[in-house]
């Protein structure tokens, strides 16, 4: 199976800007769709935005839209999520997640493979 690695997460005042990348091991992202999701201390954690395996189709979630955009390169092996407008309520854990797929998912139980995740922490 493809283990995911994330990075890029930080501390980070508000209006700031991060760049979360997501590669893996074991096999390429190539046919996979790739999601994003976070999950703030004593939360369910929430979808944040989702790339089909060539990047035909992206979704964000509405907290996100206008400020968040997700991105891949199949050739390097990586998709991006770049964050602008950071918010203290962006603060969380955000996880890549990727399931073998011809479509977009945006639901945690379509995805079953899913890395360790990085800290994102937004100060006022």
């Known amino acids: 199976q493809v283990q995911l690695h994330e990075s890029g997460g930080g501390l980070v005042q508000a209006v700031d800007s991060l760049k979360l990348s997501c590669t893996s091991t074991?096999?390429?992202?190539?046919?996979?769709?790739v999601g994003w999701f976070r999950q703030a201390p004593g939360t369910e954690g929430e979808f944040v935005a989702t790339i089909t395996w060539d990047a035909y189709s992206k979704v964000l979630a509405d907290s996100v839209k206008g400020r968040f955009t997700i991105s891949r390169d199949n050739t390097d092996n990586m998709v991006y999520l770049q964050m602008n407008n950071l918010k203290p309520e962006d603060t969380a854990v955000y996880y890549c997640?990727?399931?073998?797929?011809?479509?977009?998912?945006?639901?945690?139980?379509?995805?079953?493979?899913w890395g360790q995740g990085t800290q994102v922490t937004v100060s006022s």
């Open positions: 997640a990727a399931r073998v797929g011809g479509t977009w998912y945006t639901r945690r139980s379509d995805y079953n493979n």
């Open positions: 074991g096999r390429t992202l190539e046919t996979y769709a």
